[in-house]
C-alpha cells in the first residue's frame, strides 16, 4: 500500500527566506512521486515530479525537490520565497509497474504556506 | 488544447437530488479519475477507470457511481446528495506508465448540498 505524510499543514515564512515543505512516503518500490501546488479556487498545477532519472528534481517557479531512498522522503525547497508562492502544495505518490494507472494517485493532506512580507 | 474539462464548475444542490458531474479529455489518455477534495484531507480517489468499457472503486466510492462512456468521457453520477458530498471534485487523466509521467487535472467543480 502506497500513503504520503506531509508534515506541517502550515508553513509561514518571510518573503527570500528559504521554503522547506516536508513529504515522506510508503511505498514497497521506489515510486513516482510529485508536487502539485492549487492557488485558491483553482485546480492542481504540477510542479516537478521524480520519475528515477535523477534524485535531485528542479520544477517550475524555482522549486526543487531531493529524493532520499534511504529516508523515504521528498522534500519541496525553494531558496528565496516570494510573496506569489502562498498557495497549498501537495504531495503525492504512484505506482510505477508497466502499465500502472499513474494517476492512481495518493495524496498528502497538503500544506498552506504563507509568505509575509 | 483544452486538457482536461470539467463541467459544471459549480452546483447547489438540495439534499436527495441527482446530478451528474461531466469530464471529458483530448489528449488520447487511457485513464482517467474522480477526486474529491476537503479542507485538511488532501485529494481522494472516488473512482477510476483505466480503460475505456472499465471502472473500479477508488478510497471513497459510497454515494457515487461512473460511466465511461467513451474513450474522451468519465462522468460522475450523484444519485441522492447529501451534505456529506459537498466537496470540490477533480477529475483527472493519465496515459500509461512508463511512457507517461504524470495524470492533467480539471480546474474543479465546486458542489454545495443544503
Known amino acids: 500500500a502506497q500513503s504520503v505524510t506531509q508534515l506541517g499543514s502550515h508553513v509561514s515564512v518571510s518573503e527570500g527566506a528559504l521554503v522547506l515543505l516536508r513529504c515522506n512516503y510508503s511505498s514497497s518500490v521506489p515510486p513516482y512521486l510529485f508536487w502539485y501546488v492549487q492557488y485558491p479556487n483553482q485546480g492542481l498545477q504540477l510542479l516537478l515530479k521524480y520519475t528515477s532519472a535523477a534524485t535531485l528534481v528542479k520544477g517550475i517557479n524555482g522549486f526543487e525537490a531531493e529524493f532520499k531512498k534511504s529516508e523515504t522522503s521528498f522534500h519541496l525547497t525553494k531558496p528565496s520565497a516570494h510573496m506569489s508562492d502562498a498557495a497549498e502544495y501537495f504531495c503525492?505518490?504512484?505506482?510505477?509497474?508497466?502499465?500502472?494507472?499513474?494517476?492512481?494517485?495518493?495524496f498528502g493532506r497538503g500544506t498552506q504556506l504563507t509568505v509575509w512580507p | 488544447n483544452a486538457g482536461v474539462t470539467q463541467t459544471p464548475k459549480f452546483q447547489v444542490l438540495k439534499t436527495g437530488q441527482s446530478m451528474t458531474l461531466q469530464c471529458a479529455q483530448d489528449?488520447?489518455?487511457?485513464?482517467m479519475y474522480w477526486y474529491r477534495q476537503d479542507p485538511g484531507m488532501g485529494l481522494r480517489l472516488i473512482y477510476y477507470?483505466?480503460?475505456?468499457?472499465?471502472?473500479d472503486k477508488g478510497e471513497v466510492p459510497n454515494g457515487y457511481n461512473v460511466s465511461r462512456l467513451n474513450k474522451r468521457e468519465f462522468s460522475l453520477r450523484l444519485e441522492s446528495a447529501a451534505p456529506s458530498q459537498t466537496s470540490v471534485y477533480f477529475c483527472?487523466?493519465?496515459?500509461?506508465?512508463?511512457?507517461?509521467?504524470?495524470?492533467?487535472f480539471g480546474q474543479g467543480t465546486r458542489l454545495t448540498v443544503v
Open positions: 489528449m488520447n489518455h487511457n485513464s
Open positions: 503525492a505518490v504512484s505506482g510505477r509497474s508497466r502499465g500502472s494507472t499513474l494517476g492512481r494517485l495518493y
Open positions: 477507470s483505466a480503460s475505456e468499457g472499465t471502472t
Open positions: 483527472a487523466s493519465s496515459g500509461p506508465a512508463p511512457m507517461n509521467t504524470e495524470a492533467f
